[in-house]
T-cell receptor
Framework: QKEVEQDPGPLSVPEGAIVSLNCTYS??????FMWYRQYSRKGPELLMY????GNKEDGRFTAQVDKSSKYISLFIRDSQPSDSATYLC??????????FGAGTRLTVKP | DGGITQSPKYLFRKEGQNVTLSCEQN?????MYWYRQDPGQGLRLIYY???????QKGDIAEGYSVSREKKESFPLTVTSAQKNPTAFYLC??????????????FGDGTRLSIL
């Protein structure tokens, strides 16, 4: 079993839809949770960073963490074609040991 | 403009050849990392360094070597011992505050292919 599981997609939605991206993990040592967005042929860009269970909102993006279920989500409201990218979840232990999901490829169609 | 610069963007390796990928950061970050990204797989850690002149192996260090002679620079050498080097290589950096690693920031990668 991988430490971090992420549905690879691809996921295709119409413009304006709400997108839900999810990851599960198995290592209880993970305390910090991140979402990165990666455009084709580019490096990942940090979108959201949180270290507690609950929700964190930033504009159209909401990150949700449920440590008891070892489950994290990223919601994108009013999705735009410019949101089309691969989204990577990542999680880190206090030691700095970091693990990434394989990424979910999202396409938002105009 | 602060950031992480990786060069070259594309690199081709001949059989038996060592190649070096450059990574430079001007963010004054303490820690630097090298990852390999293959289709359908998460990023896999090759090497990381938390301080100048010190570095540790990651999960897939075999066939790779690094150096950290300056805080700003963390070059990666892909040696001829790495039999499957074709991949997208990503360099990252992060500050360390109160002994805790902060989120990593990435360069735009180098795509390495075999000739």
């Amino acid at each position: 079993q991988k430490e971090v599981e992420q549905d690879p997609g691809p996921l295709s939605v119409p413009e304006g839809a709400i997108v839900s991206l999810n990851c599960t993990y198995s290592n209880s040592a993970f305390q910090y949770f991140m979402w990165y967005r990666q455009y084709s042929r580019k490096g990942p860009e940090l979108l959201m960073y949180t270290y507690s269970s609950g929700n964190k909102e930033d504009g159209r993006f909401t990150a949700q963490v449920d440590k008891s279920s070892k489950y994290i989500s990223l919601f994108i409201r009013d999705s735009q074609p410019s949101d089309s990218a691969t989204y990577l979840c990542a999680m880190s232990a206090l030691s700095g040991d970091m693990r990434f999901g394989a990424g979910t490829r999202l396409t938002v169609k105009p | 403009d602060g950031g992480i610069t990786q060069s070259p963007k594309y690199l081709f390796r001949k059989e038996g050849q060592n190649v070096t990928l450059s990574c430079e950061q001007n963010l004054n970050h303490d820690a630097m990392y090298w990852y390999r990204q293959d289709p359908g797989q998460g990023l896999r850690l090759i090497y990381y360094s938390q301080i100048v002149n010190d570095f540790q192996k990651g999960d897939i260090a075999e066939g790779y070597s690094v150096s950290r002679e300056k805080k700003e620079s963390f070059p990666l050498t892909v040696t001829s011992a790495q039999k499957n080097p074709t991949a997208f290589y990503l360099c990252a950096s992060a500050p360390i505050r109160d002994s805790l690693h902060q989120p990593q920031h990435f360069g735009d990668g180098t795509r390495l292919s075999i000739l």
